[in-house]
């Protein structure tokens, strides 16, 4: 079963950091351009970040220069590193890859 694990969110005052986890099975991880999306209360799912398997990557404006997304090939891992984090990063945060999903994890950020 082709399964996305998300981990890392969790409850961080302004301007704190914090590293969310996405681990999936080789098969996809290997072939596909990984992203981190976010959806807030009453929002639609908006992109985050992206990283190709070239290694290249995409931000969105708001997060560019806060936030970094890598990958581990040898994990099988690709990782959001925020920093200065805002209240208005408060969001359910999705890895991609692919076709596939992860189930989200909270991130707030309390003022």
């Known amino acids: 079963q082709m399964q996305l694990v998300e981990s890392g969110g969790g409850l961080v005052q302004a301007g704190g950091s914090l590293r969310l986890s996405c681990a999936a099975p080789r098969s996809i991880f290997s072939m596909n351009a990984m992203g981190w999306y976010r959806q807030a209360p009453g929002n639609e799912r908006e992109s985050v970040a992206t990283i190709g398997i070239s290694g290249r990557t995409n931000y969105a404006d708001s997060v560019k220069g806060r936030f970094t997304i890598s990958r581990d090939n040898a994990k099988n891992t690709v990782y959001l590193q925020m920093n200065s984090l805002k209240p208005e990063d408060t969001a359910v945060y999705y890895c991609?890859?692919?076709?596939?999903w992860g189930k989200g994890t909270l991130v707030t950020v309390s003022r």
């Open positions: 991609n890859m692919g076709a596939y």
